[in-house]
Structures are given as C-alpha cells and as structure tokens.
C-alpha cells in the first residue's frame, strides 16, 4: 500500500511532468513568434539585424523569486535567446578556431546550435566572411586575463570596415568524457595536442597508462570516442554531451578555470543600449606630448577612459597603434565631439564598434 509520502511525491511528479508540457507549448509559442519575426525583418529595407540582448536576460533574470538560481536562470534563458534567434535569421557565423573548441563553444552558446558556424585560421580570415558578406557575424577572441587586448583581432577590426556590435566572457574549461564516465575504462584520449599539453598533469597522473591520440580537431576527438568504447575525449562541456559521452572529470586544465573575452563582429554599428563601451584604434604624430593631448580630448569632455594598450605596427602609416576603450557610444554627444578634434591630431583613427561589458 503506497503511503502518503510516495503518493505525495507521485502527485508532485505529475504536476511537474504538466508543467513541462506547458513550458514546451509555450517555447513553440515563442519560436513561431520568432519565424514571424524574422519573416518581417527580412521583408524590410534596412534589414535589422539583431544580437542577444544582455540587458533583456538580465531583466528576466533579476525577476526570479530565487527558487531557480540565477546562474540556471542565465543558462537557460540564453539558450532560448540563441535558439530563437537562429529561427529569425539565416545565420552563418564565422569564428577563429577549430571545430568544437573553445570560440566554437561561445558561438554556440550565442547563436544557437541550429545556426551555420564556419571555422576559420585566424581573426582576419573570420573578419573577413564577414566583409564578404558570407557570414553575418564572426566571433573571434577579443582579451585575455594574462594578455589584454588579442592584438591580431585589433589588427584585423583596423584593417576592416566591420565592427564590434556585442562582446561577452565566457570560462576556459576542459573536461574528458567517455562512453561510460568512468575513468577505469579508458586505454585511449584523443585530444588536439593543444589541450593535451593543456591537461598534461592529469593525464601523466590520472591515465599515465593510456595512449594519449593527436587528432585535428575537439569534434573529431569526440566523434572517434563516441564510437570507441575504450577511448576518452578531451573537449569543453557541450562538444562533449553533444554526442552522448559522459563526463569523467571536469575541470581538468593543469592551470585550472580561466576567462576569455569574446567580440562579436558585424556588418554595422550596433545601436546604444546605455551601458555601451567604445573601441578606438589610433595613432599618434611623432611628437612630444602627442598621445596626451589626444586623451585630453576625451578628459575635457568627461569621457572616462577604461583602457589604453599600444603595440608596435609595420608599414609607413604609422609605428605605435594605440587600442583605446572609453565609457558610453559611439554615438553619444562628448563622444562624437570628443573623436571631432581627436581624427584631427592622429595619423591614422578607425572606431572599432560599441558595445557592452
């Protein structure tokens, strides 16, 4: 005879097995609307196009009542943001790495896994499908902790007309997976070499036995572990249970998490949310006193400066690129008035896009 407790718990599972019904009726509510969208969109003149929208997921988030933590929240509304926005648009998105790693990994999480991802060299080459109109947007790598501002990707936005539209973080975790998640079942780890140098300390440690397998690519590593039943792959998260592998152990980086910044570029400028950021790539007359009467511009005008990093550049046009972050749009008044006097005094001025933090 059931007790109260089993039959509560049963009742409670069917009231939660109605509400996903309800949850799935209402996500095709949203991607039907989002079809819609898009079906208008593309009859307009201009075109619109859109990124995810921080600043809605953090409205959404912040309403929760705290049952669902807001880190779930999070992952699970922008999932749905990416989901539907590859329903609006037809979207090709080029990014800098190979298939399966880690600037794959943040395009996914951005645009959904029904979008078309192209994997390209280098950021220039990712830039340019962009410019070539073969792709809407490229993701390339934008700063790292250890390295600042990635100079080719600067390079690249120096040398283009696209711009910066959106930028996000996104952690830089390896995990191995199996067929079965135990790690006792492994003779065999495919891996880029890369990553394997990446896990080195584990694998000598953990699987010093097993046969460590250079391959080309993340999604190649995971592909040939799926059907292998006594091999591991080493790869992020989603590459990994993409396949139905089982996750052995997380976090497995000899240096532990780390953080990447991420741009996403695009054909034209992105519009002012109000609380956008701007990118500045110049250089100076070789002059006394030069870069700080071009900063002045931005001081007098209450423009605060977040970042400021110079690199040394080839070619008669200039010898220093300066990379110039400042608070607030491209479009904003001090801004524009700011950048009036400043094209004036440099040799070389390109605004990379706005965007938020």
């Known amino acids: 005879m059931m007790t109260d407790k089993r039959r509560e718990v049963e009742e409670l599972r069917g009231a939660l097995g109605k509400l996903d019904q309800e949850l799935l009726e209402l996500l095709d509510r949203r991607a039907k609307l989002s079809k819609k969208v898009g079906q208008l969109r593309r009859s307009m003149p201009t075109g619109v196009i859109s990124v995810p929208d921080r600043a809605m997921l953090a409205e959404i988030v912040a309403r929760g009542s705290g049952d669902m933590p807001k880190e779930s929240l999070e992952v699970i509304f922008r999932q749905i943001f990416a989901s539907c926005l590859a329903l609006e648009d037809d979207l090709i998105v080029a990014y800098n790495g190979l298939e399966g790693g880690f600037a794959h990994a943040a395009a996914r999480s951005r645009f959904g896994a029904s979008s078309t991802y192209v994997a390209c060299e280098s950021s220039a080459l990712a830039i340019d499908e962009v410019t070539r109109k073969r792709a809407v947007y490229a993701l390339v790598p934008y700063e790292t902790r250890d390295d600042g501002p990635a100079q080719g990707t600067i390079a690249a936005l120096a040398a283009s007309d696209a711009k910066i539209v959106a930028s996000f973080v996104t952690a830089l975790n390896l995990h191995i997976a199996n067929r079965t998640g135990n790690l006792a079942d492994v003779e065999r780890v495919y891996a880029i070499a890369k990553d394997a140098g990446r896990c080195h300390r584990f694998l000598t440690t953990e699987l010093a036995s097993a046969q460590v397998i250079d391959v080309k690519s993340p999604a190649l590593a995971v592909q040939l572990a799926a059907d292998d039943p006594k091999a591991a792959a080493i790869a992020t998260e989603g590459t990994l249970v993409e396949r139905g592998l ?72 200039w010898n220093y690129l300066f990379f110039i972050e400042v608070e607030g749009h491209a479009t904003d008044r001090p801004i524009v008035l700011a950048l009036e006097d400043v094209r004036k005094l440099c040799k070389f001025l390109k605004v990379l896009g706005s965007y938020q933090v």
């Not at 000899?254 to 109000?274: L, T, Y």
């Not at 790539?281 to 001081?299: I, N, R, Y």
């Open 246 to 317: 089982e996750l052995a152990r997380r976090n497995i980086r000899d240096a532990g998490d780390d953080q990447i910044r991420w741009a996403i570029i695009g054909s034209r400028p992105s519009s002012r949310a109000g609380n956008d950021f701007t990118a500045i790539a110049l250089s100076v007359h070789d002059k006394p006193g030069a870069l700080h009467e071009v900063l002045s511009q931005f001081a007098e005008r209450g423009v605060n400066l977040t970042r400021i990093q110079s690199r040394p550049t080839a070619g008669e046009a």
